[in-house]
């Protein structure tokens, strides 16, 4: 095809629904759910060929990208929110960048990150379709023909049901009842809103110009300062909150005219859910999915998933567990969709375990929180990536001690740099600055305790970092 194709992921979203795995600052997008790879880098690999790795931009979050995704996110093309506009903004901004730094108009096809699609040869067909559709001037939807009667997915209804051809979109139905997506299933033309788009990007823009006005008022601020010179991500982080909250289907999907569907059968799944995940999974003889060290006796139907200790289960029928290092849930299957209202309620009690997980990865390791009291002291274990440093740092309420169990560090504190060995120990009074770094060929692990007034994470004052991070915690 003449025309440029370019990808653009969107993976900003906090995949509430999947706590205890799921965290804000490591979402599901970027776990593993289905093999080996992120929910992303499945994603952006069944694109191929049509659409090269180079080819690829990932829409995300500030904090995503300098935080526990960081080297994952590294590979690709990367388009950062400083804070999170649903759809549209991030649409409206990757279409307009794509244009002024290529100078092209291209197809662009717009994906979420953290979907599964099992059959990802019958996507690539489709999606060759649609992006025949989509030269035309359409603007072009993926709809999953409905297996069930399910009141969980949006629905849009077509002017006919066919398998082959792309069909006029007449209607958008947000999540029906159950007696509503009973008559949509059987009149046959209403098929699951997927989240999948394809169009030009000079397309989408003009739409976004009619019916989103405000939000291509301040797109053009952000245009114009950018063609003046101006760096494009710090516009981004200047101006990107002043853009609305919406998203592209209310947006702009249900007002145009210019709406085409493309049926898929390509075994989809949003993963919206512990039972999603269930679903997409493949039961043993008793109807359990068992992942980790798990042992289940006279359990059927039931999701076991244990990671950071042996999981015992007796006598369970129809039940969700999910163990992590410092949260358990217990479910009905069936009742998954209100794993939200856990996040909400840990929200509201200012709990972190909605927040990260007690392992957290940085971009030049990781740190295990060990202990964490109130009475001023916590314990962390460090990992330095060989080759990599933690920035030039200090804190305002803590001092630290450092013990090296294996590996040498580097260690600078306040104007001096020295080494230290296993077995050996660097303090770290409060207010001066600071660093640890493994020069080695092995990895750096330390003991960390801290001693303050205040232990929060946010208690970081950096002056350089290697990963971009001076301005973010």
């Not at 059927?300 to 007796?314: D, I, N």
């Not at 998954?336 to 909605?354: M, N, P, W």
């Not at 001690?401 to 660097?426: L, R, Y």
């Not at 600071?434 to 080695?440: A, P, Q, S, V």
Request: charged share 25%; aromatic share 6%; proline share 4%.
């Amino acid at each position: 095809m003449s025309t440029p194709i370019k990808a653009v992921v969107l993976a900003g979203g906090s995949g509430s629904r999947l706590w205890p795995l799921s965290r804000q600052q490591l979402p599901k997008q970027f776990l593993k759910l289905d093999g080996d790879s992120s929910l992303l880098e499945s994603t952006i690999h069944r694109l191929q060929p049509l659409v090269g790795k180079d080819d690829v931009w990932v829409v995300t979050g500030e904090t995503h990208a300098s935080g526990e995704a960081y080297a994952e996110l590294a590979a690709y093309n990367q388009i950062l929110e400083p804070v999170g506009r649903n759809t549209a903004p991030a649409i409206a901004l990757a279409a307009a960048l794509l244009m002024d730094q290529t100078g092209d108009d291209p197809v662009m096809v717009v994906l979420p990150a953290d979907h599964i699609i099992k059959r990802p040869e019958a996507f690539r067909a489709v999606l060759q379709q649609a992006v025949e559709v989509a030269e035309s001037g359409q603007l072009v939807t993926f709809g999953i023909k409905p297996d069930r009667p399910d009141t969980g997915f949006g629905y849009i209804e077509t002017e006919a049901a066919s398998d082959s051809s792309a069909l006029p979109v007449k209607r958008f139905t947000e999540k029906p009842d159950a007696a509503t997506a009973e008559r949509f299933l059987a009149q046959g033309n209403y098929y699951w809103n997927s989240g999948m788009f394809v169009w030009r990007a000079s397309v989408i823009l003009d739409e976004i110009r009619r019916w989103i006005p405000e939000l291509d008022t301040v797109l053009q601020q952000m245009r114009a300062a950018w063609q003046q010179g101006e760096a494009w991500q710090k516009v981004v982080q200047r101006s990107f909150a002043d853009m609305p909250n919406v998203s592209i289907d209310y947006g702009v999907l249900e007002h145009s005219q210019r709406v085409s569907l493309v049926p898929c059968d390509i075994d989809w799944s949003d993963v919206g859910s512990w039972d999603a995940v269930y679903e997409i999974s493949t039961p043993d003889e008793n109807g359990n999915v068992l992942d980790g060290d798990v042992i289940a006796i006279d359990c059927a139907g039931s999701l076991l998933r244990g990671k950071e200790r042996l999981l015992a289960a007796v006598g369970l029928e129809d039940m969700i567990v999910v163990e992590t290092a410092d949260a358990i849930l217990l479910a009905r299957r069936g009742d998954s969709q209100r794993v939200r209202e856990i996040v909400d309620k840990l929200k509201a009690r200012g709990s972190r375990e909605h927040i990260e997980h007690l392992t957290v990865r940085r971009p030049w390791g990781s740190y295990t929180v060990l202990e964490d009291h109130d009475s001023g002291y916590k314990m962390k274990r460090i990992e330095v990536t060989p080759g990599h440093r933690l920035s030039l740092q200090r804190h305002q309420h803590r001092s630290e001690h450092w013990v090296v169990v294996s590996g040498t560090a580097t260690v600078t504190c306040d104007t001096e740099t020295f080494t230290i060995s296993k077995n050996e120990s660097a303090y770290i009074p409060i207010g001066v600055k600071h660093r640890l770094e493994n020069k080695g060929q092995v990895p750096l692990h330390i003991v960390e305790v801290q001693v303050g007034e205040y232990l929060g994470e946010d208690d970081i004052e950096r002056f350089d970092d290697s990963y971009g991070r001076t301005e973010r915690r």
